[in-house]
């Protein structure tokens, strides 16, 4: 069985349809509804595995992985599989008893090790955990985490001088410098060596420095020490840094310091100091792209803090870049409640609601948190969106407008507002409301391309102030040159204005850019058939009806592969209809989409 399932490992990508089609359903015993039944062999259980990791589904994972262990118990490759997918379940006791037996059969498997780790740490066996980190450091990533992980085995032991001196590692690579440095300021400061902690943050870099995690942490150290000026300073740097109304956690302190009140320190535990150990690089595995490695770090954190708030919401944004919206809720539902994270929370649980097309619950949700705060602009802006994605364009509006409304004074950060609810009235067909307030959002940010490209495309669809809006297009290209729709935009203006070898040329490019859209392939059939190649063009529009178009759009294709174009003085003479004029489809893609990705993390 072994050799089969190494077999498996370098072919699993190329039987995967197969297995769907036909071996699944039959081995793995998937019942009527999709349903996992009892498995009729233990390859199936492992195919199901893979196809359940490979879709994210890890909790399907666990379990379909624990029914092929049961039939094969010293599998190394089964017992891997299994005990990283109950990590990232969180489902401790099973994940331990898979860990020790994995470090049996592979001694320097490090995440096994790491987890080990933190058992042994939480049960105040010291020794035992320090080992297990230790051989946890197997790369450049395990060998930072054994590194700040053992120091906080030392500080838990009250040997300060040895954490610090194991932070000072001089091998550690520059981009490990500034974990090493946050945590030794940390650390120190929980030792009560003012001095050594405020050295040490200092030697981060100012950018770092104004990140908001060593935001909150070096503000509360100087706040702690009764430097409430410095303190506020600090979050003054971050906010200025950010552009943005600040993070509500920030805000908080602020105020809080303001009062004349000292808070007390970020880490104030050596458990906590491991848990932002394993929250700290989780965070940062799951923004650069490594969701499942972030995840189980996450969860390590959370295993030392169950309510770490930050871990839970960083989590939480993992499961919505992985679409298991479900479990993102769940995340944010066990974060404290009344902490100045909640509208932050509700508002990401409402758009978590929207995307499991649970429209009526997040309304509800956002217009909750809307009335808690009658001031805060975000869950009209969330509203605003989801409306808008749901097409009810007159609501999506309005709820514009009361976003607007509470603007004093527009500043750059408030394009988006305008941008929106111009697009909407563009929808709703009032163009002169929909043209002030894309001129708006172009006054106060005048170089964003999506705004750029909407107004400079709706005035060429009018034939209105074509060479200005031409010229706004192609300086949205000049931003965006990558952005197949932006590109295809300046195409179909091109085309517009009968410049069809210009066309062409752009089209061409959007296409090689975003390839699996229909709408650019259906411009650029046009544009090939305009220029007179009209076999290219049949074979754009057949490509295009192949890539799921809107049904209109597929009609109107049908009949261009049936009768081709009429000629291009016939085509100027229709005025802005669905055949000549942008399609829906095409027109969304340069909107802004609702609100998305962490709110906690501005």
Request: charged share 25%.
């Amino acid at each position: 069985m072994r050799a089969r399932l190494s077999v498996l490992n370098r072919f699993a990508s190329t039987l995967a349809l197969a297995v769907i089609t036909t071996v699944l359903p039959a081995a793995a015993g998937v019942g009527p509804g999709g349903n996992a039944a009892e498995p009729r062999s233990q390859l199936g259980s492992y195919l199901a595995g893979r196809l359940a990791r490979g879709a994210n589904d890890t909790s399907a994972a666990a379990t379909y992985y624990g029914r092929a262990l049961a039939s094969d118990p010293e599998n190394e490759v089964l017992i891997e599989h299994s005990f990283l997918m109950e990590a990232t379940e969180g489902n401790w006791p099973r994940a331990e008893t898979l860990a020790r037996e994995l470090v049996k059969v592979q001694p320097t498997h490090r995440t096994a090790h790491a987890f080990l780790g933190l058992v042994d740490f939480k049960a105040k066996q010291y020794t035992a955990s320090d080992e297990h980190f230790k051989a946890a450091s197997a790369n450049p990533i395990g060998e930072l985490t054994s590194t700040l992980a053992r120091a906080w085995v030392h500080q838990a032991q009250g040997k300060t001088q040895d954490a610090l001196t194991l932070l000072d590692a001089p091998r550690q690579p520059e981009w490990a410098q500034f974990y090493l440095r946050y945590h030794r300021a940390l650390l120190a400061d929980l030792a009560g060596r003012r001095i050594d902690a405020r050295m040490a943050y200092e030697r981060i870099p100012k950018n770092d420095q104004r990140t908001l995690r060593i935001t909150l942490a070096f503000a509360r150290h100087a706040a702690s020490g009764g430097d409430a000026k410095v303190a506020l300073s600090i979050l003054k740097a971050h906010f200025d840094r950010s552009k943005s109304d600040g993070h509500p956690v920030a805000l908080a302190l602020q105020q809080q310091i303001m009062a004349g009140e000292r808070p007390g320190l970020l880490v104030s535990t050596p458990t906590e100091g491991l848990a932002e150990v394993f929250y700290g690089l989780g965070e940062a595995l799951t923004g650069e792209g490594g969701v499942h490695v972030g995840a189980v770090y996450l969860q390590f954190a959370l295993y030392l803090v169950p309510d770490f708030p930050f871990a839970l919401a960083t989590l939480a944004n993992a499961y919505e870049t992985t679409k298991r919206y479900e479990a993102a809720i769940g995340a944010y539902d066990r974060i404290p409640k009344n902490t100045p994270l909640q509208a932050s929370i509700d508002i990401r649980k409402a758009l978590n609601l929207n995307q499991l097309e649970r429209l009526d619950e997040a309304q509800k949700l956002l217009e909750d948190v809307a009335n808690r705060d009658p001031r805060d602009i975000r869950p009209l802006d969330a509203l605003g969106g989801i409306m808008r994605g749901h097409k009810r364009y007159a609501e999506a509006a309005e709820y514009y407008t009361r976003a607007i409304a509470l603007i004093t004074k527009p500043e750059q950060k408030h394009w988006s507002y305008f941008y929106s609810r111009g697009t909407c009235y563009e929808r709703l067909k009032k163009w002169p409301a929909a043209e002030a307030d894309l001129q708006k959002a172009l006054q106060l940010k005048p170089d964003e391309a999506l705004v750029l490209n909407y107004l400079g495309y709706s005035w060429i669809d009018q034939s209105r102030n074509l060479k200005q809006g031409l010229a706004l297009i192609e300086k949205a290209v000049r931003q965006k040159p990558d952005d197949g729709y932006i590109v295809d935009s300046l195409g179909w203006a091109h085309y517009r204005l009968g410049n069809f070898k210009e066309a062409v040329k752009h089209l061409e490019r959007a296409v090689e850019l975003r390839p699996e859209d229909p709408v650019l392939n259906d411009h650029l059939g046009d544009g090939f058939w305009r220029v007179g190649r009209t076999r290219e063009a049949r074979f754009q529009w057949e490509q295009a009806l192949t890539l799921n178009p809107e049904p209109d759009d597929a009609e109107k294709i049908r009949r261009k592969l049936q009768k081709g174009l009429p000629n291009p003085v016939q085509a100027r003479q229709v005025k802005r209809t669905k055949e000549a004029g942008r399609s829906e489809q095409a027109k969304k893609r340069t909107e802004v989409n609702p609100p998305s990705g962490p709110f906690f993390f501005q």
